[in-house]
């Protein structure tokens, strides 16, 4: 396992936290951009998602699931810091993620995180962040939030 200084650490959970905590609020998208870098890449690819570049595509895909969900709750644990470079980190979890959209259809899936970061003059930011699936993902998932 890497060596991260515990208050580094910390604060790469509490930013993959602050992510959890954005997307489960459903309406605060500018709180939820400025978790990431502006040049930020978000690589949701592996779950048959989107790969977003950049504070324009987030706001894009983060406005259509804001507007398309009722409820969201994501459960983050088992953190494992992966890389340390004093001014770049590297973090990964798992992560339960719930959701009902507003029509109805409901979604659960079973997801590790892994938050690539930089410390800049206001704390770390997310520069690259990607999610693979731990379990069989459920079609519901593209069903509400693949391209529409």
Known sequence: MTIMPLEDRIAM??????????????DDI?????????????DFNKIGLPVMNGH???????DRVFADMSHH???????RPEAFG????????YVIGLGR?????????NVQYKFEAVRTAGGWKAKR??????MPLPGSLTEIHGEH
């Open 101 to 109: 959209a507003k029509d109805g259809n409901e979604v659960a899936v």
């Open 129 to 134: 962040y990607s999610m693979f699936a731990m």
């Open 13 to 26: 959970q509490d930013l993959m936290t602050a992510y959890c905590y954005a997307v489960d609020k459903l």
């Open 73 to 79: 709750a994501h459960y983050i644990t088992n953190f």
């Open 86 to 93: 004093g001014d770049t980190a590297v973090m990964s979890a």
């Open 30 to 42: 500018d709180g939820l951009l400025s978790l990431f870098t502006e040049d930020a890449v978000l």
């Open 56 to 62: 324009g595509d987030i706001r894009a895909f983060f």
